[in-house]
């Protein structure tokens, strides 16, 4: 994406919106976003999304449908904060929503801008252009758990204004780098990341060797523990989420890829440590990414380097197709 290309994007986007996410929330929508109007439960099992049936989400829904499976009453509890009270719900859809409303939910805020300079090599974006970012401000119960462990202003020792965070607002949890084609409808994740959490866990380790004793070592230790408690396992995949649901949702795209985790790193020139291996592995894996050799029609070379390094057979990304109503899964 050039420069105008993002601004054009950023200009069809609010300035920030809030994010509602439960637990698992990514289950019912990818699934609703993938799977025909109507489908047989013991069809859906045979599919790569097969596994997503038996997840928290939907467990209430496949338990009450009677073995078909209507994509309105996973959408009902894909999009529940929109759903329930506002619409008139059969009784499987009834289920599936009030199921997830006994969830923990999470109120995100996200935001977004623009990253990427041909000039900079450390932008680490595939083609030495710019990407649209994703922001993920915390949920607002976050202030409090802040204001009851650390002093003010301690903000700036949990963020680097060298990643594309958001400095005013809600401090920025997690984003998203998107590189994305409008008129193929096509996206490739670049990444996702989280500075806020990592920092978290360095300051609590720089404390207990320089200051073990401390009474800021034991607040930044119930800090920490807070964070990981309330946003450890659940970050990640409400990030993808939530770029997949402005990718599709928003602006129309119908492929999204992922980088694998080597040859996302020699495309992006990453230089010494990796980003997390899971991110580009288990993460893409859960949201029923498959992997490829095929490439974004955008990306028309590939460096040699990365060819020679990788066996033949190796994939190169993650690939998700939306709407595959082809007649590959059973309907009725």
Not at 43 to 48: F, I, S, V
Not at 120 to 135: E, M, S
Not at 160 to 187: K, N, V, Y
Not at 261 to 271: E, V
Request: aromatic residues 10%; contains cysteine.
């Amino acid at each position: 994406m050039t420069p105008q290309d993002v601004k054009l994007i950023g200009q069809r986007l609010p300035k920030e919106m809030i994010f509602p996410y439960f637990a698992d929330r990514e289950s019912a929508w990818v699934l609703a976003a993938c799977m025909p109007e109507t489908a047989r439960v013991g069809a859906l099992r045979k599919t790569p999304f097969g596994k997503l049936l038996d997840r928290p989400a939907l467990r209430a829904l496949v338990a009450r449908c009677g073995g078909v499976l209507h994509r309105d009453d996973v959408l009902a509890v894909a999009y529940a904060d929109q759903t329930m009270g506002r619409v008139t719900l059969g009784p499987v859809a009834t289920a599936g929503v009030e199921a997830v409303f006994g969830e923990t939910w999470h109120d995100f805020c996200l935001s977004f801008d623009i990253w990427g300079d041909r000039r900079r090599w450390y932008d680490q974006t595939t083609r030495q252009n710019a990407n649209l970012v994703v922001q993920m401000g915390f949920p607002s119960d976050h202030a409090a758990l802040m204001g009851r462990y650390l002093q003010e202003g301690a903000r700036k020792d949990f963020e680097w204004d060298g990643h594309p965070i958001r400095t005013s607002g809600r401090p920025t949890l997690a984003w998203a780098r998107l590189d994305i084609d409008l008129e193929a409808r096509e996206a490739l994740v670049e990444e996702v990341q989280t500075d806020w959490l990592r920092n978290a866990g360095d300051e609590v380790a720089a404390l207990r060797d320089n200051a073990p004793r401390s009474r800021a070592l034991a607040q930044m230790e119930r800090y920490e523990s807070g964070l990981v408690d309330r946003y450890g396992k659940i970050w990640s995949r409400a990030m993808l989420l939530a770029a997949l649901m402005l990718l599709r949702d928003g602006l129309g795209v119908e492929r999204v890829w992922m980088h694998q985790p080597t040859p996302g790193k020699l495309l992006k020139r990453i230089h010494g440590v990796a980003p997390p291996r899971s991110l580009y592995t288990s993460l893409p894996r859960s949201f029923c990414f498959a992997p490829t050799r095929v490439r974004p029609g955008f990306l028309r070379h590939l460096p040699k380097k990365l060819t020679k390094t990788l066996p033949k057979d190796a994939p190169l990304f993650w690939q998700m197709d939306f709407d595959q109503r082809d007649g590959r899964i059973d309907t009725v």
